[in-house]
């Protein structure tokens, strides 16, 4: 990591890719550094206002002139001009321009120096020969980056053997010149630098005294007459104030330009000393040294030195990022507390793929733990570990959440003698700070199947959770119980499929009524017929789609051949009811009652003759919104209350549903032959339904006798084997055939 922090920090630097962020932290140093030009150099503007009172720009030289004898009059030390003079205009206005500069004699016209060159020729632009014999030239030229700022500026610029000067360096009265460049130091404030207008200056209501002695300059100040870059951290501005800001620049000082290997090194320095420390000095290392990078150059600025820091803070960060990386990925890997590996650490062990995999599961881990300390809770799993390494070659120990241990053997390892022998260790109750502690433990092990570690850690887990359930001390992980799995966990999308395919089915249930001793209905029930598994139990199919959401497709399934067969027993044998379970979880669908309504009436069926069975959950007693129900009951549809007895039963329940039906849960009624409770439960439940205006309904009637009771008891409807099982439509049309038959003799 730290090899690769100071190479890609090198590169960094080289290729200058923190160019941007470099700019922006001088920006905000230079801001911190703030501080006023010296006055010595005065610029004197072509702005708005003289633009506007002369004339457009370019002026006649003649007006020019005027210029050039006015600030003259005033007694400068120098006149330097940022604008070029390179074309023949009116000869009169040129000698008029021509004659002003020979009275001035202290002035410097700028000069534009082109980059590169063609067979040993420049093609600069330069003033007419006339206007240079009586002045002087400078450069103008500027290497501006990505975002139209100049941070370097030069100081002259070499043609042959002659370095003519800058503006800056003219500006700031450099007497040697060189070609090389230096750094701009933009803290100085552009709005410090006495400015006056060009205007002003010519018609003369700008005091003499306040040019007497001073650097003029004379450039562009209007953003109409172009010329227009961003200085840095302060806008746009007239280029003229970048050879002030220069000019400034020379005047405070020589500038030094360090560069970026300086800064490099220093980051390289702290970041080999921070890799081999421990977390807190890394952190203490490694902050240090990035407020000494970004605080350092702050400083060192205001001596003219100027140093780029971008490269350092890179490799900083490079290693800030792998340590946090590698901290992370440790801490994701071992237990806070033992400092074991934990089981993420072993799905990442390639080399322990291939071995027999044995899992531990401690029974009572969670209730020790919650008596222990912190340091007591690590003596506790260091010793738990080393029992698990007693008389083997195991090598490493990973621990999980909630007493889960786990480890590798080699192949060919006797596991049934392995494991015994650990169960006989963890007899012995384990000391921790002076106290014995019971270890109940199991075993579960997957000798390797060719399947992810992470798989077979699970099936481990399974195998070990079933021997502390049949009271085992260990027990095989049996690959046949994949299969199941897999069957369970794709049952809900392969029952989605079976309702288009035609395997679910709908089966009926005879309901007798006791006062007629005639069939007034019947009960309208799921059925699954798998094309390999042949009969699915409709406990385990329905009980998962409710649970996940997914009961409305199977509802509505059932509901539909449920009201178009009790239409057509309806027309056919009389009056005859269908009773259908509807989950209380669809009652958050507003459009319930419609969607019921519309079924009724594609297939005709008067919503008297249909009841929806609502079983007893906490979702309806907690609360949830029953609004639906009164709407299905205003359409005329019964409401039964399913399974009475199981759930959560109570007066407020019973008065608030709009039920006109109870339906008593079968494990009472089946029971109520031999249990007096049972026997109480259901005669209370039909005389409090009575009380209440209500139908009961007893559900699991299987023999003469209690059939007998309950019409005693005057309970009005029976379901059960007694009365009939469940069977196919054309079944219980036969039947209701032969009861009309008999009927009629």
Not at 189 to 203: C, E, F, N, Q
Not at 414 to 426: D, K, M, N, P, R
């Amino acid at each position: 990591m730290l090899a690769w922090a100071i190479i890609v920090g090198m590169l960094f630097g080289l290729v200058g890719a923190g160019e941007l962020p470099e700019d922006r932290l001088r920006v905000i140093r230079n801001h911190i550094n703030e501080r006023p030009v010296s006055g010595d150099i005065v610029l004197v503007g072509i702005d708005e206002k003289s633009v506007g009172k002369i004339g457009r720009w370019p002026w006649p030289r003649g007006r020019y002139a005027e210029l050039v004898d006015a600030i003259g009059a005033a007694g400068p030390k120098q006149q330097v001009h940022d604008i070029m003079f390179p074309d023949k205009s009116d000869p009169v206005q040129d000698r008029m321009l021509v004659d002003a500069l020979a009275r001035s004699g202290n002035v410097t016209l700028a000069y534009l120096p082109r980059s590169g060159a063609q067979d040993g020729k420049y093609e600069d632009v330069r003033p007419l020969a006339e206007f240079r014999q009586f002045s002087k030239i400078g450069t103008i030229g500027l290497r501006y980056n990505y975002a139209n700022e100049a941070w370097l500026l030069p100081r002259g610029t070499r043609r042959g053997m002659t370095v003519i000067p800058s503006l800056a360096s003219i500006l700031a009265d450099q007497t040697t010149v060189t070609d090389q460049e230096f750094r701009a130091n933009y803290s100085f404030d552009p709005g410090s630098i006495p400015t006056y207008s060009a205007v002003d200056v010519m018609s003369g209501r700008v005091d003499p005294a306040r040019l007497r002695g001073k650097t003029i300059i004379v450039g562009t100040a209007a953003e109409r007459l172009g010329d227009q870059f961003m200085l840095p951290g302060w806008g746009k501005a007239s280029g003229v104030f970048i050879h002030i800001i220069g000019a400034e620049t020379l005047k405070a000082g020589t500038p030094v330009d360090v560069g970026w290997v300086p800064a490099f090194l220093i980051a390289s320095l702290l970041v080999g000393l921070a890799v081999s420390r421990r977390t807190t000095v890394q952190a203490g290392i490694l902050g240090g040294g990035t407020v000494m990078l970004l605080a350092g150059p702050l400083m060192l600025e205001r001596n003219q030195i100027f140093a780029d820091v971008t490269p350092g803070l890179f490799v900083i960060l490079w290693v800030v990022i792998g340590l946090a990386m590698q901290n992370v990925k440790r801490r994701g890997l071992t237990n806070t507390v033992s400092g074991l590996p934990n089981l993420n650490a072993l799905r990442r062990a390639r080399h322990e793929r291939e071995r027999p995999l044995i899992v531990a599961r401690v029974l009572n881990y969670p209730q020790i733990v919650s008596t222990l300390s912190q340091a007591n809770e690590r003596s506790l799993t260091e010793q738990i570990a080393a029992r698990l390494k007693v008389g083997s070659e195991v090598s490493t120990v990973y621990q999980g959440d909630e007493g889960v241990f786990a480890w590798t053997v080699p192949a060919g390892t006797a596991i049934g003698h392995h494991v015994e022998a650990l169960h006989a260790l963890f007899r012995s109750p384990a000391k921790v700070d002076g106290k014995p502690f019971d270890i109940p433990i199991s075993f579960g092990v997957e000798i390797g199947s060719g399947r992810s570690i992470a798989n077979r850690l699970g099936s481990a887990l399974v195998a070990a959770d079933e021997a502390t359930v049949e009271g085992l001390r260990w027990k095989y992980h049996d690959p046949e119980r994949l299969k199941d799995a897999e069957w369970r966990l794709s049952l809900l999308s392969q029952l989605d499929d079976a309702i288009d395919c035609g395997q679910v089915w709908v089966a009926y249930q005879p309901q007798l009524d006791l006062r007629t001793n005639r069939m007034r209905g019947a009960e309208a029930l799921a059925r699954w017929t798998h094309p390999e598994k042949g009969p699915i139990s409709p406990s385990e199919f329905i009980a998962a789609a409710e649970q996940s959401d997914r009961i409305e497709k199977l509802t509505f399934f059932v509901l539909d051949h449920a009201v178009a067969a009790a239409a057509a027993i309806n027309r056919d044998h009389g009056e005859f009811h269908m009773a259908v379970n509807l989950s209380a979880r669809m009652l958050s669908d507003k459009t319930l009652p419609s969607r019921v309504r519309e079924i009724l009436d594609r297939h005709g069926l008067d919503p008297a003759r249909l009841t929806l069975e609502l079983t007893e959950t906490a979702e309806l007693s907690s609360g949830a919104d029953i609004g639906p129900l009164f709407d299905l009951r205003d359409l005329g549809i019964r409401i039964s209350i399913d399974d009475y007895g199981t759930g959560l039963s109570t007066l407020e329940y019973l008065k608030k549903i709009p039920a006109s039906e109870i339906k008593i849960d079968q494990s009472f009624v089946k029971s109520m032959r031999d249990h007096r409770s049972d026997l109480v439960m259901v005669q209370s439940t039909i005389a409090l339904a009575h009380s209440l205006g209500r139908t009961v309904v007893a559900e699991g009637v299987e023999s003469r006798e209690i059939l007998d009771m309950l019409v005693a008891m005057k309970c009005e409807i029976a379901q059960g084997f007694v009365v009939g099982r469940p069977s196919s439509l054309n079944d219980l049309s036969k039947r209701l055939f032969g009861e009309r038959k008999r009927r009629a003799a």
